[in-house]
């Protein structure tokens, strides 16, 4: 008996440890950039990323991909805004990865999450990978 309720506190405890892990995550949807830094992301989008995924996030190069909806549905849902921040920071552009700084990066990703919907919110992205991590991206409602 004392062995069943070691395994049966240790369970409830495992679950409540994954539920606070669970909640502790927030979602794109719940506002997780602001309007003020999209509009910077899209003056940078614009110098950096137009000439390859087009000034409409339509690709004008057949190498790149669109970063309109299909990107949220088969590429970044799910994801992090950390995995998705890194990844780009690794690849983009791709003649000169790394070569804008971190606050740059995420305030592109700001200008493509709300040209595809996504809703802005009172408090901007910064470069802290821990706090990326916590954001997961959901694709936008229409």
């Known amino acids: 008996m004392h062995k069943s309720v070691i395994t049966a506190s240790?369970?409830?405890?495992?679950?409540a440890y994954f539920a606070n892990a669970q909640q502790a995550?927030?979602?794109t949807s719940s506002g997780v950039f602001t309007a003020e830094q999209a509009k910077k992301g899209e003056t940078a989008y614009q110098a950096?990323?137009?000439g390859c995924h087009g000034t409409d996030l339509r690709s004008t190069d057949s190498e790149a991909p669109d970063l309109t909806e299909g990107i949220f549905q088969f590429g970044w849902s799910g994801k992090s805004v950390a995995e998705t921040?890194?990844?780009?920071?690794r690849t983009m552009p791709v003649d000169n990865p790394r070569s804008l700084d971190g606050q740059t990066y995420l305030d592109i990703l700001a200008f493509i999450f709300q040209f595809n919907g996504v809703p802005s919110g009172n408090?901007?992205?910064e470069p802290n990978l821990a706090?990326?991590?916590q954001i997961v991206i959901e694709t936008?409602?229409?």
Do not use: D
């Open 131 to 133: 706090a990326l991590q």
């Open 140 to 142: 936008p409602k229409k």
């Open 48 to 50: 950096s990323c137009a």
């Open 85 to 89: 921040f890194e990844q780009i920071r």
């Open 10 to 15: 240790l369970a409830l405890l495992v679950g």
């Open 123 to 125: 408090q901007k992205l």
């Open 25 to 27: 995550k927030r979602t």
